[in-house]
């Protein structure tokens, strides 16, 4: 058996490692309520999940419906794997499972983009200005705010978490360092929550007789410049919005892969160096959801060299394989073209 068809099949037989195994399972998972258990309200919830999944995993708030896609909705079971019916609190609730290979196989026949399932995750310290009073909404806080928030970030398949409020947090951050945006205060009680992207709100809530009235912004950092989304609402859920919808669509232009051209760019990489790495590299870069195909073109003593067949350009291929830091750059190589170093 040749050193390239043992790696493979010890593919089948290895514990999984590498971050792309683990695909957040809720990205294809949807949950909604339910009027009863019929077949036909199971379809009708299914197609529903089916353009959730497919929003969550192409960043588009709204999926074209393209020939496949509305041949998709009129096949729906086609393309889940199971579903569970279940109350909570009260609620009929059925959860529907989707199959990762044919969703990403229907995403690739209508020529979506696709935005790649390892996400970043935002960690959003909220001042919130009520009856004078101002607080910290907590991850466990009862506020409608936190609730929309959640629910949309879920929808548009952003992770996002907000602050414990425990002591610890207590100690070091108050409502009024987040209102007022100091950024020594907001970093130094981030750094607990080892987030990829910090995002700070003010939000000021004021009851009229013309109804409830919701002004404030949003800031954060990305691509070393500040954001700053300002929105004016009677509702928690534009609020929801306006913090959730901005930052999804600069993750989703810089992160997502449009149906172009498939390209194939050859990429030379050392660190595996033995049979169990060979196999945890292959097995990571195989469930990479930007990539079509990949194939071992070479196997050398100190390297292996990959191709991949991808819809990315050069830069935005080296950007991507790169952003999970399982791969780095070998700045000691100095032979032409791409050489990386498998750290998974």
Not at 86 to 109: C, E, N, P, W, Y
Not at 110 to 125: F, G, K, N, Q
Not at 217 to 234: H, K, S
Request: hydrophobic content about 45%.
């Amino acid at each position: 058996m040749t050193l390239v068809r043992l790696v493979f099949w010890l593919i089948l037989i290895l514990p999984g490692q590498g971050t792309a195994d683990s695909v957040p399972n809720w990205l294809y998972s949807v949950e909604q309520t339910a009027d009863n258990q019929s077949t036909s309200e199971r379809q009708r919830v299914a197609r529903e999940g089916l353009l959730t999944v497919l929003s969550r995993l192409t960043g588009l708030e709204s999926v074209p419906r393209s020939p496949p896609v509305l041949a998709a909705l009129a096949n729906v079971s086609r393309y889940y794997s199971e579903y569970k019916f279940f109350d909570s609190d009260g609620d009929a609730m059925l959860r529907i499972t989707f199959q990762k290979s044919a969703v990403m196989h229907l995403i690739r026949t209508s020529a979506l983009p696709v935005w790649w399932s390892s996400r970043p995750t935002v960690l959003i310290w909220i001042a919130l200005e009520e009856n004078g009073r101002r607080q910290i909404l907590s991850a466990d806080s009862d506020h409608p705010l936190r609730r929309e928030i959640e629910k949309h970030a879920k929808r548009r398949g952003l992770e996002v978490r907000l602050p414990l409020m425990d002591q610890d947090d207590k100690n070091s951050i108050t409502a009024g360092a987040v209102w007022g945006d100091v950024a020594s205060s907001v970093q130094s009680a981030s750094s607990r929550y080892d987030s990829d992207l910090t995002m700070t709100c003010r939000l000021k809530a004021e009851l009229s007789l013309a109804g409830r009235a919701l002004a404030g912004d949003c800031r954060y950092w990305f691509a070393e410049r500040p954001i700053v989304d300002v929105f004016a609402t009677p509702r928690f859920s534009d609020v929801a919005r306006a913090s959730v919808d901005g930052i999804t669509g600069l993750l989703v232009a810089r992160y997502s892969v449009l149906a172009r051209e498939l390209r194939r760019w050859e990429v030379r990489i050392a660190g595996a160096s033995d049979v169990s790495r060979y196999a945890a590299l292959l097995r990571y870069v195989e469930n990479l959801d930007f990539v079509d195909r990949v194939s071992v073109s070479q196997l050398q003593p100190d390297h292996l060299t990959l191709l991949f067949d991808t819809r990315a350009n050069a830069d935005q291929f080296l950007m991507l394989l790169t952003s999970d830091d399982v791969f780095v750059v070998d700045e000691l190589d100095q032979q032409p073209g791409v050489r990386l170093v498998w750290r998974g």
